[in-house]
């Protein structure tokens, strides 16, 4: 990164899974192409887990931007956070250089999160990173209300 360069110009929120308190119940991020990206990284929060609660976490790619071809990327997972393991309040973060998937024909990615047993609080961001184009905030998805620069 250039020392004149803000981090919102070489990085920018792609897709979002608002923080909330979720049923044990999959939840997914639109399809986001890699296409501007030399790498992704999702984080996924977790916050109080419910009694028994676990909390995964997974990145698949498709051949497009709706889904066709749909596989997991083998690795792009985290560690299951578990209410017994004494993982609320933390995080799990998974990067993805988007050339790992040249050559496979694969241009899309998307977030799942998967909160099993009981209701839990929990979040997730994908984010990219060297953007082709900057700054890489013109990519934001629609839901970015601001950035602040002081």
């Avoid at 929120?13 to 119940?25: E, F, G, K, M, W």
């Avoid at 609320?88 to 999160?113: E, P, Y």
């Amino acid at each position: 990164m250039q020392p004149n360069q803000l981090p919102s110009e070489q990085s920018a929120v792609l897709a979002c899974i608002d923080p909330d308190a979720y049923t044990a119940a999959t939840y997914v991020t639109g399809w986001v192409s890699m296409a501007l990206w030399d790498t992704l990284q999702a984080i996924v929060l977790a916050g109080d887990l419910g009694a028994s609660g676990t909390l995964d976490a997974k990145l698949t790619a498709a051949t497009d931007g709706s889904g066709t071809g749909a596989a997991d990327i083998s690795g792009a997972t985290i560690t299951q956070l578990t209410q017994a393991g004494t993982d609320s309040n933390k995080q799990g973060i998974i990067n993805l250089r988007t050339d790992s998937l040249a050559g496979q024909g694969f241009t899309h990615v998307r977030l799942s999160m998967t909160v099993g047993t009981a209701t839990s609080d929990a979040g997730a961001l994908l984010l990219g990173f060297g953007p082709k184009y900057s700054p890489a905030s013109d990519s934001d998805a629609t839901t970015v209300d601001s950035i602040t620069t002081v």
